[in-house]
């Protein structure tokens, strides 16, 4: 496997197969627990952690973990919104997200997505293009993954007038839910990022722990708002 998870994006003409980006997603998050511990979240709900910037990264990576019982969702829950449309949902609890598209429909298990973020001034609009690819692994204990790699449509005059216009950002994340002994749901989830733009690296660094782990409650916020209402699709 000579290709590494990291912020360089990858033209549509060298994306690797299906179950090396799972492979590589699952050593990724398997390495997460010996991830220096950082500050805690959303009433200590949330928990952080740090790796620095390695070779070939292109950015440091950093992690949130949060455990999760049947009363905020259940697996098959966190699954049909993370593991499926995950761009779609997202812009529904993100709230920077405002337009998410999808760009090319690989299989059942691999889209190319393109998302458009807005911040306060003086920060431009962000675009953001993945890669994103699900497993989901029915055997006990249930486990999912998300693996978003970011992708240089720039090859591909077509697919390039899809994304909006604005400063390109990248990021890669890998995301499990795993289903524990005790019906709970592990959410982990790793990412590298840059924002791309004039933005200085350590003041975006300083602030990705923060950003991550609201997601977890603003998640959890919209869920129960929308849960009983279709929630799950196949």
């Known amino acids: ?133 699900t497993y989901l692994d029915e055997s006990s204990p249930r486990s999912g993954l998300i693996v978003s790699i970011p992708i240089d449509l720039s090859s591909n005059e077509e697919l390039a007038r899809i994304e909006e216009k604005g400063t390109k950002g990248r990021y890669v994340s890998v995301e499990r839910l795993l289903e524990t002994e005790d019906g709970k749901v592990e959410w982990r989830m790793a990412t590298s990022s840059s924002p791309g733009g004039m933005i200085p690296s350590f003041v975006s660094e300083s602030s990705i722990p923060g950003q991550i782990s609201a997601d977890v409650p603003h998640f959890l916020k919209w869920f129960r708002t929308i849960r009983g209402k279709g929630a799950i699709s196949a």
Request: charged share 25%; glycine share 6%.
């Open 1 to 133: 496997m000579s290709y590494k998870l990291s912020i360089t994006p990858l033209k549509l003409e060298e994306i690797p197969a299906e179950d090396t980006i799972i492979a590589l997603g699952k050593e990724l998050i398997a390495s997460t627990p010996t991830w220096k511990k950082g500050k805690t979240f959303a009433q200590g709900s949330v928990v952080t952690l740090y790796h620095p910037k390695g070779p070939g990264d292109g950015a440091p990576w950093h992690c949130r973990v949060s455990e999760h019982t049947k009363e905020d969702a259940t697996f098959d829950e966190f699954w049909s919104k993370l593991g499926v449309n995950k761009a779609e949902n997202e812009k529904e609890f993100v709230g920077a997200i405002k337009k998410v598209a999808e760009v090319k429909r690989i299989s059942a298990t691999q889209s190319i997505w393109t998302l458009y973020y807005t911040f306060p001034p003086p920060v431009s609009p962000r675009v953001f293009t993945v890669l994103q690819t």
